[in-house]
């Protein structure tokens, strides 16, 4: 028959085809060249690991080049280690594994778990007397809170991160609403997102007006927050912290806990130009200082303003929580002298002047007031005036910075499951509280008959 | 004889239900490849279009942006990853194959006491959790030094694998007796009879449990998650993890262009070596 | 009685590289996570004893029940399906029917795609408003769910995901199937029986070894489930619905540096495995027919 035939000839084909599509593959795959290696092997590497991705990574570059091109004795060689939900274990898994890097930059709140388990090396160790008055004398406190654990310095902020409101006047007016008239308190503005609110036929939201969400941010806005700084302990379910965890839940019940589920599903985090903010999915939007970065770049006509959260009757005003991005030294680090120039060179501890421009391309917050006080510095808020409102924040007594404990990896993700709980409606909000207090109260103890912190 | 001969006694109608019922559940199954491949020829804005238009995009093949893929590359180093994947593939498969040859040999074929006693326990070994031994083995490396390394992902391989050596045990116990003890006659030892006489023989097996090392090593992503440091000697599996985790959910087409071009290679493979896999797959379940 | 001492030797010599990988990559790290479970480690520094304080607050770790839960339901879902499935559609399959040889080929490739790239396009396609899964759904008149951003979706999306795979077993069942000797059926027909009879009383039996073989290896991997879950915590799926109990085991290990913890973690699902499989082995007699 002919299928007789045509099976050897079939082979034939199919085994040809096969080796062509793997040397088509292999062609293809190693045509395309791949990452450079280093440009100046004879010096001292020194490396460093970073979370930034996308055109952030492409500024950590350039900085790295920077660093690279004013002196040479050391070639810092960056790695971008995505921020998934476990690159701390990448570090760790380094750390411990005795193949660490040299410096690495994280904004995850790790200082005081890993100094504990002494994986960290004492910034004090690597500065001069006269570096350690200067930074003590320029930090502004919350990035000393940041970095600071039972007193050493165990990572050098470069920038802070707060928060603040973003909003579209165009969509104000398009309502009947006066922009210039931003509602004092939260209850106001939560009413003033309804009426921005647009659905389309399907009831899926088009166009979301103003949803307030993120426990951890807002707890401070409610006059709550996780640490009590001169009582040195926790807070937890303190009664403001409830108020807004109760809030937060309601103003999404009031939308419909799936409707919204559905609409934050489909949005992309938004790095730079894909930031919906943009393409006007939302009116009013929650978000970091370094988006002003980025709206001079990818959207320079867009009109927007930025305010700080208004507090709910009883609030805080020019409050919410903040952290940094800091530099940490391993102490299994080969060359921690390198890791501290290095450091020394972005934070503008050398140079303040030089390292405002760094600040400026990132859209970061600078830890140092001497650099936030450059000439650099300074045209760069005057032409970007919604930028002073975050420095404004950044002074603020009410701005929160992490609880210094050891074990603030496991509360950071605890909030973060009671924040999700609740949002979901799985449970009441006093009673996700009350599991958060039970897990960390449990973790305490634990940590005590363990042992933990003892030699 | 084969039970096909059952569907002799299948009507016509419960045999077109059957096939019915085939190709109602192959759509679904075929979906997710097509939507890789097919997300990976689209534009960025293309993606995020509804159905109708994007149906319209399969009629317009010149559309196809094959520019997703040298993008992709350029990107994540493709190039390197599969340089480290194919390094540890052929590594592992030697190790594990020889290895797992040489084992089953022995329990096959030779006689030493507690024999029923190693070889049960090599089985009872395939029940038992790696979360056990996750973390001392971590530390049994690092004390070594090879952490940062190849060498904690290919050096076991060499001590032999229990399936495989399951697998291949079976096979050497169907050896006809006659050629090895010809072979001792002729004074020739146990190493001798093995490597000469039944290794060239279990071949077909020996590609089989190739295969599996293979697939398995290509698909690897714990491995290279707790030992590989340098993002140089990333492998596919990882370094494609990796990628995603890097994007915040955009980029989806240079996604699935990477995807793509992961998993190609080992459909071809598949086509190439259909009755292998399949007979050894077979092989291992059926007789027990 | 040399040459029986060089039989040993010349067998154990064969068997070597097995025994000494047993002892350096199995039994030392079985021994040594038993002791690190009565210690608090966390690697960077010596252990120290602590007697069963792991244990302890093991028991009542709220997280650690719930991943325990959450796997267990998965096994108890996903397992079983699996295997029904599998089996029916290995009969089907069976069936000499035009093009079987295609569908054999359709359905057996999901299998073989590395778990990372299928991950990756299963996180795409449930995507809620621009994935291919709801665009057909919506084509229908159907709105589909957040996939992968509601727990009980989620937990469906990881089933949907391991059935997808199930063409590895499919082609176990089919072996087997071929091996049925023809004559049992030819008497089964004799005797009057029809398909489904035929089915209960012949197929059925004889296919219960391989069922058996794969419901406990499909329940000792389906504990260790980890892959899909890990990478599912990139995309923000809802945490209760991804920290399966070796997820949560790689957290408190990598994350919190909790050697000692993670090693206890270990061994209750050690535990716990070794409990079920044996279940399973003691009820194995009633339905398993070991052949003519």
């Given at each position: 028959?002919?299928?007789?035939?045509?099976?050897p000839?079939?082979?034939?084909?199919?085994?040809l085809?096969f080796?062509?599509?793997?040397?088509?593959?292999?062609?293809?795959?190693?045509a395309?060249?791949?990452?450079?290696?280093?440009?100046?092997?004879?010096?001292?590497p020194?490396?460093?690991?970073?979370?930034?991705?996308?055109?952030w990574?492409d500024?950590?570059?350039?900085?790295v080049?920077?660093?690279?091109?004013?002196?040479?004795?050391?070639e810092?060689?960056?790695?971008?280690?995505?921020?998934s939900s476990?690159?701390d274990a990448k570090?760790l898994?380094a750390?411990?594994g005795?193949d660490?890097p040299?410096v690495?930059?994280?904004?995850?709140?790790?200082?005081?778990?890993w100094?504990e388990?002494?994986?960290?090396?004492?910034?004090?160790?690597?500065?001069?007397?006269?570096?350690?008055?200067?930074?003590?004398?320029?930090?502004y406190?919350?990035a000393k809170?940041?970095g600071?654990y039972?007193?050493r310095?165990y990572g050098?902020?470069?920038?802070?991160n707060?928060?603040?409101?973003?909003?579209?006047p165009?969509?104000?007016?398009?309502?009947s609403l006066?922009?210039d008239?931003?509602p004092?308190?939260l209850?106001?503005?939560?009413?003033?997102?309804?009426?921005?609110?647009?659905?389309?036929?399907?009831?899926d939201?088009?166009?979301?007006?103003f949803?307030?969400g993120?426990?951890?941010?807002?707890?401070p806005?409610?006059?709550?927050?996780?640490?009590?700084?001169?009582?040195?302990?926790l807070?937890?379910?303190?009664p403001?912290n409830l108020?807004?965890?109760t809030y937060?839940v309601e103003?999404?019940?009031?939308?419909?806990?799936?409707?919204?589920?559905?609409?934050?599903?489909?949005?992309n985090?938004g790095?730079?130009?894909?930031w919906?903010?943009?393409?006007?999915?939302f009116?009013?939007?929650?978000?970091?200082?370094?988006?002003?970065?980025?709206?001079a770049?990818?959207?320079?006509?867009?009109?927007?303003r930025?305010?700080?959260?208004?507090?709910?009757?009883?609030?805080k005003?020019?409050?919410?929580?903040?952290?940094?991005?800091?530099?940490?030294v391993?102490?299994?680090?080969k060359?921690?002298?390198?890791a501290?120039?290095?450091?020394?060179f972005?934070s503008?501890?050398?140079?303040?002047?030089?390292?405002?421009a760094?600040?400026?391309?990132?859209g970061?917050?600078p830890?140092?007031?001497?650099?936030?006080?450059?000439?650099?510095?300074?045209d760069?808020?005057?032409?970007?005036?919604?930028?002073r409102?975050f420095?404004?924040?950044?002074?603020?007594?009410?701005?929160a910075?992490?609880?210094?404990?050891?074990?603030q990896?496991?509360?950071?993700?605890?909030?973060?499951?009671?924040?999700?709980?609740a949002?979901?409606?799985?449970?009441t909000?006093?009673?996700?509280?009350?599991?958060?207090?039970?897990?960390?109260d449990?973790?305490?103890?634990?940590?005590?008959?363990l042992h933990?912190?003892?030699? | 004889?084969t039970?096909?001969?059952?569907?002799?006694?299948?009507?016509?109608?419960?045999?077109?239900?059957?096939?019915?019922?085939?190709l109602?559940?192959?759509?679904?199954?075929m979906?997710?490849?097509?939507?890789?491949v097919?997300t990976?020829?689209?534009s960025?804005?293309q993606?995020?279009?509804?159905?109708?238009?994007?149906f319209?995009w399969?009629?317009?093949?010149?559309?196809?942006?094959?520019?997703?893929?040298p993008d992709?590359l350029?990107?994540?180093?493709?190039?390197?990853?599969?340089?480290n994947?194919?390094?540890?593939c052929?590594?592992?498969?030697?190790?594990?194959?020889?290895?797992?040859a040489?084992i089953?040999?022995?329990?096959?074929?030779?006689?030493?006491r507690g024999?029923?006693?190693?070889?049960?326990?090599?089985l009872?070994t395939?029940?038992l959790?790696?979360?056990?031994?996750m973390?001392?083995?971590?530390?049994l490396?690092?004390?070594?030094g090879?952490?940062?390394?190849?060498l904690?992902?290919?050096?076991?391989?060499?001590?032999?694998?229990?399936?495989y050596?399951?697998?291949l045990?079976q096979?050497?116990?169907?050896?006809?007796?006659?050629l090895?003890e010809?072979?001792?006659?002729?004074?020739?030892g146990?190493?001798?009879?093995f490597?000469q006489?039944?290794?060239?023989?279990?071949?077909p097996?020996?590609?089989?449990?190739?295969?599996?090392?293979?697939?398995?090593?290509?698909?690897?992503?714990f491995?290279p998650?707790?030992?590989?440091?340098?993002?140089?000697?990333?492998?596919?599996?990882?370094?494609?993890?990796?990628?995603?985790?890097s994007?915040?959910?955009?980029?989806?087409?240079?996604?699935?262009?990477?995807?793509?071009l992961?998993?190609l290679?080992?459909?071809?493979l598949?086509?190439f070596?259909?009755?292998?896999?399949?007979?050894?797959?077979?092989?291992?379940?059926?007789?027990? | 009685m040399?040459?029986e001492?060089?039989?040993?030797?010349?067998?154990y010599?064969?068997?070597?590289?097995?025994l000494?990988?047993f002892v350096v990559?199995t039994?030392?790290p079985?021994?040594?996570?038993?002791?690190?479970?009565?210690?608090?480690?966390?690697?960077?520094t010596?252990p120290?004893?602590v007697?069963?304080?792991n244990y302890r607050?093991l028991?009542?770790d709220?997280?650690?029940?719930h991943?325990?839960?959450?796997?267990?339901?998965?096994?108890?879902?996903?397992?079983?399906?699996g295997?029904?499935?599998?089996?029916?559609i290995?009969l089907?399959?069976n069936?000499?029917?035009r093009?079987?040889g295609?569908?054999r080929t359709?359905?057996?490739?999901?299998?073989?795609v590395?778990?990372?790239?299928?991950?990756?396009?299963?996180?795409?396609?449930?995507?809620?408003?621009?994935?291919?899964?709801?665009?057909?759904?919506g084509?229908?008149?159907?709105?589909?769910?957040a996939?992968?951003?509601?727990?009980g979706?989620?937990?469906?999306?990881?089933?949907?995901?391991?059935?997808w795979?199930?063409?590895?077993?499919?082609?176990?069942?089919l072996?087997?199937l071929?091996?049925?000797?023809?004559?049992?059926?030819?008497a089964?027909?004799?005797?009057?029986a029809?398909?489904l009879?035929?089915?209960?009383?012949?197929?059925l039996?004889?296919?219960s070894?391989?069922i058996?073989?794969n419901?406990?290896?499909?329940v000792?991997?389906?504990f260790?489930?980890?892959t899909?879950a890990?990478?599912l915590?990139d995309q923000?799926a809802?945490?209760?619905a991804?920290?399966?109990?070796?997820v949560?085991l790689f957290?408190?290990?990598?994350?919190?540096?909790?050697?000692?913890?993670?090693s206890?973690?270990?061994?209750?699902l050690?535990?716990?495995?070794?409990?079920?499989?044996?279940?399973?082995?003691?009820?194995?007699?009633?339905?398993?027919?070991y052949g003519?």
């Amino acid at each position: 028959m002919d299928r007789d035939l045509l099976r050897p000839l079939a082979r034939r084909v199919l085994s040809l085809s096969f080796v062509a599509s793997i040397v088509l593959l292999f062609g293809f795959v190693f045509a395309v060249p791949g990452p450079p290696a280093r440009r100046h092997p004879e010096r001292i590497p020194v490396r460093f690991w970073h979370m930034w991705t996308a055109e952030w990574k492409d500024i950590v570059d350039r900085i790295v080049l920077r660093f690279n091109e004013s002196q040479d004795r050391y070639e810092v060689v960056a790695l971008s280690v995505p921020p998934s939900s476990n690159v701390d274990a990448k570090f760790l898994l380094a750390v411990a594994g005795g193949d660490p890097p040299d410096v690495m930059a994280q904004w995850k709140p790790i200082i005081p778990t890993w100094a504990e388990s002494h994986m960290l090396r004492p910034l004090d160790d690597l500065m001069s007397p006269a570096e350690r008055q200067r930074f003590f004398d320029e930090a502004y406190p919350v990035a000393k809170k940041i970095g600071v654990y039972e007193n050493r310095l165990y990572g050098l902020p470069i920038g802070i991160n707060v928060w603040a409101l973003y909003y579209r006047p165009e969509h104000m007016r398009e309502a009947s609403l006066d922009p210039d008239k931003f509602p004092e308190s939260l209850e106001e503005l939560v009413l003033l997102g309804a009426k921005l609110d647009k659905k389309n036929a399907h009831g899926d939201i088009v166009r979301l007006g103003f949803l307030p969400g993120w426990f951890g941010m807002y707890a401070p806005v409610f006059g709550g927050g996780f640490y009590d700084w001169s009582a040195r302990e926790l807070t937890l379910d303190s009664p403001a912290n409830l108020r807004c965890l109760t809030y937060l839940v309601e103003c999404r019940k009031r939308l419909g806990l799936d409707v919204v589920t559905r609409f934050e599903s489909a949005q992309n985090a938004g790095a730079s130009v894909e930031w919906p903010f943009i393409s006007g999915v939302f009116s009013i939007t929650l978000d970091g200082q370094w988006r002003v970065e980025q709206l001079a770049k990818y959207a320079p006509g867009l009109e927007y303003r930025v305010a700080p959260i208004p507090p709910p009757a009883g609030g805080k005003r020019f409050a919410g929580s903040s952290d940094g991005n800091f530099m940490v030294v391993p102490v299994t680090a080969k060359r921690p002298d390198g890791a501290w120039e290095f450091i020394k060179f972005w934070s503008g501890l050398s140079d303040p002047e030089r390292a405002a421009a760094f600040h400026t391309w990132g859209g970061w917050l600078p830890a140092l007031s001497s650099v936030a006080k450059s000439k650099t510095y300074q045209d760069y808020l005057a032409r970007y005036p919604s930028f002073r409102v975050f420095v404004d924040l950044l002074s603020s007594d009410n701005l929160a910075a992490p609880a210094p404990i050891p074990y603030q990896v496991f509360l950071a993700d605890r909030i973060t499951a009671t924040d999700q709980a609740a949002m979901r409606g799985l449970v009441t909000p006093t009673d996700a509280l009350r599991d958060l207090v039970r897990q960390v109260d449990e973790e305490r103890q634990r940590r005590r008959v363990l042992h933990y912190g003892e030699p | 004889m084969t039970a096909a001969g059952d569907s002799l006694r299948l009507s016509g109608r419960q045999r077109a239900l059957t096939h019915l019922t085939l190709l109602v559940l192959a759509v679904p199954l075929m979906l997710p490849f097509l939507s890789m491949v097919s997300t990976s020829l689209k534009s960025d804005a293309q993606v995020f279009e509804a159905p109708e238009p994007g149906f319209a995009w399969l009629t317009a093949p010149w559309r196809w942006r094959w520019q997703n893929y040298p993008d992709a590359l350029r990107t994540v180093p493709l190039g390197d990853y599969l340089h480290n994947t194919l390094l540890l593939c052929a590594t592992t498969v030697a190790g594990a194959v020889i290895s797992s040859a040489v084992i089953a040999y022995g329990f096959a074929r030779l006689e030493f006491r507690g024999k029923g006693a190693w070889f049960f326990l090599m089985l009872s070994t395939m029940a038992l959790p790696s979360q056990v031994t996750m973390i001392p083995v971590f530390a049994l490396f690092r004390w070594l030094g090879w952490y940062g390394t190849f060498l904690p992902l290919i050096v076991p391989s060499f001590f032999g694998v229990p399936f495989y050596v399951f697998l291949l045990t079976q096979f050497y116990r169907t050896l006809p007796l006659e050629l090895a003890e010809a072979a001792r006659i002729d004074g020739a030892g146990e190493w001798r009879i093995f490597w000469q006489i039944a290794l060239p023989l279990s071949k077909p097996a020996l590609v089989t449990c190739a295969l599996f090392q293979f697939l398995g090593t290509w698909n690897d992503f714990f491995g290279p998650l707790l030992y590989l440091n340098d993002p140089s000697k990333y492998t596919l599996a990882y370094g494609l993890q990796q990628f995603m985790a890097s994007l915040y959910g955009g980029k989806w087409p240079q996604l699935m262009a990477g995807a793509t071009l992961f998993t190609l290679p080992i459909v071809l493979l598949f086509f190439f070596a259909q009755k292998t896999f399949v007979r050894g797959i077979a092989t291992s379940g059926s007789k027990n | 009685m040399r040459k029986e001492l060089r039989r040993q030797l010349t067998g154990y010599a064969f068997v070597s590289p097995w025994l000494v990988g047993f002892v350096v990559f199995t039994l030392y790290p079985f021994l040594a996570s038993i002791y690190f479970s009565l210690t608090r480690y966390d690697i960077v520094t010596p252990p120290r004893f602590v007697g069963l304080a792991n244990y302890r607050f093991l028991a009542h770790d709220a997280v650690m029940w719930h991943a325990l839960l959450l796997t267990f339901e998965y096994a108890l879902v996903a397992v079983p399906l699996g295997i029904v499935v599998g089996v029916a559609i290995a009969l089907l399959l069976n069936v000499e029917v035009r093009g079987v040889g295609i569908y054999r080929t359709i359905f057996y490739l999901p299998s073989i795609v590395p778990t990372v790239a299928s991950t990756l396009v299963f996180i795409w396609i449930l995507n809620p408003q621009i994935g291919l899964v709801n665009d057909l759904l919506g084509l229908v008149g159907i709105v589909g769910p957040a996939w992968l951003k509601e727990p009980g979706w989620t937990f469906v999306s990881l089933v949907l995901m391991s059935l997808w795979g199930v063409g590895g077993s499919i082609v176990v069942y089919l072996a087997a199937l071929k091996d049925i000797p023809f004559f049992l059926y030819e008497a089964a027909v004799i005797d009057g029986a029809g398909v489904l009879s035929r089915l209960r009383h012949v197929t059925l039996p004889l296919l219960s070894p391989v069922i058996f073989f794969n419901l406990v290896m499909g329940v000792i991997s389906a504990f260790q489930y980890f892959t899909q879950a890990y990478m599912l915590q990139d995309q923000l799926a809802p945490e209760e619905a991804t920290r399966f109990y070796a997820v949560y085991l790689f957290e408190r290990s990598w994350r919190y540096l909790d050697m000692g913890y993670a090693s206890a973690m270990a061994w209750v699902l050690f535990l716990v495995i070794v409990v079920v499989t044996g279940l399973i082995f003691r009820t194995h007699r009633r339905w398993v027919h070991y052949g003519s």
